[in-house]
């Protein structure tokens, strides 16, 4: 079975930083893109920023000169910096394949941006 373990939430203020992890297995890391996804409050589930399978990385409107995806192969590890936190930043975030999302999901990690 398909495993995602996202981890760096917490509460922030707006303006602030967080940078969240993920993990998975070395297979699923070394044989598809990874990717960010994250859910608020009453809306559907959608995607923030990832790694294609090509090697090209791909932001979000809402998310663009504000958050950075990057990759550690060494450790199947990728991470999302967020910077300038918005109170609309506020959601779970996942990780996944990418951009085409596996049907297997992780916990996620809560981020909460508020004053």
């Known amino acids: 079975q398909v495993q995602f373990l996202e981890s760096g939430g917490g509460l922030v203020q707006p303006g602030g930083s967080l940078t969240l992890s993920c993990t998975t297995s070395?297979?699923?890391?070394?044989?598809?893109?990874m990717g960010w996804y994250r859910q608020a409050p009453g809306k559907q589930r959608e995607s923030v920023a990832g790694?294609?399978?090509?090697?090209?990385?791909l932001y979000e409107d809402s998310v663009k000169g504000r958050f950075t995806v990057s990759r550690d192969n060494a450790k199947n590890t990728i991470y999302l910096q967020m910077n300038s936190l918005k109170p609309d930043d506020t959601a779970v975030y996942y990780c996944?394949?990418?951009?085409?999302?596996?049907?297997?999901w992780g916990q996620g990690t809560q981020v909460t941006v508020s004053s």
């Open positions: 996944n394949t990418y951009p085409a999302a596996s049907r297997f």
């Open positions: 070395g297979t699923i890391f070394r044989r598809n893109g």
């Open positions: 790694f294609t399978s090509e090697g090209s990385v």
